[in-house]
């Protein structure tokens, strides 16, 4: 059965601060994504990493899939308080199916 | 504009209700997939569907009903059976050609049991 755990599950940050979160899964995958939510609000999609050794970046945010340690990390610079939200990663499974299992979410908030 | 839309946005129901949540997609998407969400919590997969007319249950169907007799829609109903239905309501979508794509999300429908 495939698990997802992201940690920290919370996460207080001051602006302009640096910081990491990481996704680990438990079964082989190759397939990995990251997802924010704002309070009440739906997913958007972030970053698509399809390979081992794949980084995305956009703004302050940069993404990187190690799938022979199944881990994913979502790296986080020079925080500003827009960032604050709840950011999730997901798993593909099922092969051709196109499910996903998501981790708990990790829920950021950045202080002036 | 392409999307995924939900309806309705806020929903009541009684105890021993069946209620529907619609969802519809212009994005011309083969996959479609409801989730629910509790707060605090990740997303957990009800059902989900790769064709018209097929649909597989997901980790937590029971209480749940879905049918897919257009590509565009996908509607869920929440039955009486489901003894805790309060909870966010996402509906998402993608294409399966050429492997899965990423899922791509609509707006949300909030149940609430009154």
């Known amino acids: 059965e495939l698990k997802v755990e992201q940690n920290p599950l919370f996460l207080s940050m001051q602006e302009g601060k640096n910081y990491t979160i990481y996704c680990n899964y438990s079964?082989?995958?190759?397939?990995l994504y990251w997802y924010r939510q704002d309070p009440g609000k739906s997913l958007e999609s972030l970053f698509v990493?399809?390979?081992?050794?794949a980084v995305k970046q956009e703004g302050r945010l940069m993404a990187s899939l190690d799938t022979k340690a199944r881990l994913s990390t979502l790296h986080i610079t020079a925080a500003v308080h827009d960032l604050s939200a709840t950011y999730f990663c997901?798993?593909?499974?099922?092969?051709?199916?196109?499910?996903?299992?998501f981790g708990k979410g990790t829920k950021l908030s950045v202080k002036p | 504009d392409g999307g995924i839309t939900q309806s309705p946005k806020y929903l009541f129901r009684k105890e021993g209700q069946n209620v529907t949540l619609s969802c519809e997609q212009n994005?011309?998407?083969?996959?479609m997939y409801w989730y629910r969400q509790d707060p605090g919590q990740g997303l957990r997969l009800i059902y989900y569907?790769?064709?018209?007319?097929?649909?597989q249950k997901g980790d937590i169907a029971e209480g749940y009903s879905v049918s897919r007799e257009k590509k565009e829609s996908f509607p869920l109903t929440v039955t009486s059976a489901q003894k805790n239905p309060t909870a966010f309501y996402l509906c998402?979508?993608?294409?399966?050609?050429?492997?899965?794509?990423?899922?791509?999300f609509g707006p949300g429908t909030r149940l609430t049991v009154l």
């Open positions: 998402a979508s993608s294409t399966l050609a050429g492997g899965p794509g990423e899922q791509f």
């Open positions: 079964t082989t995958s190759d397939r």
């Open positions: 990493l399809l390979s081992n050794g």
């Open positions: 997901a798993v593909g499974y099922g092969g051709s199916q196109g499910n996903l299992i």
């Open positions: 994005l011309n998407h083969d996959a």
């Open positions: 569907s790769q064709i018209v007319n097929d649909f």
